[in-house]
């Protein structure tokens, strides 16, 4: 009678062990974020930037031909991840908006953009509205999750200018 009893046992024990190896193991849910009623989930900018924008061989070659300093091209880069580093931080904290900084930028493109901000959601859609705009650009977002600050700016929806197209010293 003990017998049949340590052999279902037996059994239970390896019908378990299949059940645990073989059974899906959970995946980490990605984070999301709200952004008004629609969810995103958040992802880097900087795998589709790498796609979208010119790389810095491209970049000096260009600087080449129109008698530039290439420092320029090392200058945009270095700003342009700062601008991903402070998006990538964001992502972790949770901010949903960003503001427009410009440090020493006086072009025709970036002369009025700290009027204006962009939602995460915005970056999602069009990472073209991650500066710098173009070479010598020095503007720079910010997250932030001040609501007043945001009231007090426009919502950027599109920046007119293409890399290639614009060089404008600050």
């Given at each position: 009678m003990l017998a049949p009893l340590i052999f279902f046992f037996i059994i239970l024990f390896f019908i378990g062990f299949l059940v645990i190896i073989f059974l899906p193991k959970e995946e980490e849910t990605p984070k999301i974020y709200h952004s008004g009623t629609y969810s995103i989930i958040r992802v880097s900018p900087r795998e589709k930037l790498k796609k979208e924008r010119p790389s810095k061989d491209e970049m000096l070659d260009f600087v080449r031909k129109i008698g530039k300093d290439e420092?320029?091209?090392?200058?945009?880069?270095?700003?342009?991840?700062?601008?991903?580093?402070?998006?990538?931080?964001?992502?972790?904290?949770?901010?949903?908006?960003?503001?427009?900084?410009?440090?020493?930028?006086?072009?025709?493109?970036?002369?009025?953009?700290?009027?204006?901000?962009?939602r995460r959601r915005d970056i999602v859609e069009n990472t073209s509205l991650i500066p710098p705009f173009h070479l010598g650009c020095k503007c720079k977002i910010k997250g932030t999750f001040d609501a007043t600050l945001i009231e007090t700016k426009e919502r950027i929806k599109f920046v007119n200018s293409k890399w290639e197209d614009i060089y404008e010293e600050s």
């Open positions: 420092s320029l091209v090392d200058e945009y880069f270095n700003i342009l991840e700062e601008n991903i580093k402070e998006i990538e931080e964001g992502d972790k904290s949770g901010v949903v908006f960003f503001v427009y900084e410009k440090d020493n930028c006086s072009c025709e493109t970036c002369k009025n953009i700290d009027n204006y901000y962009l």
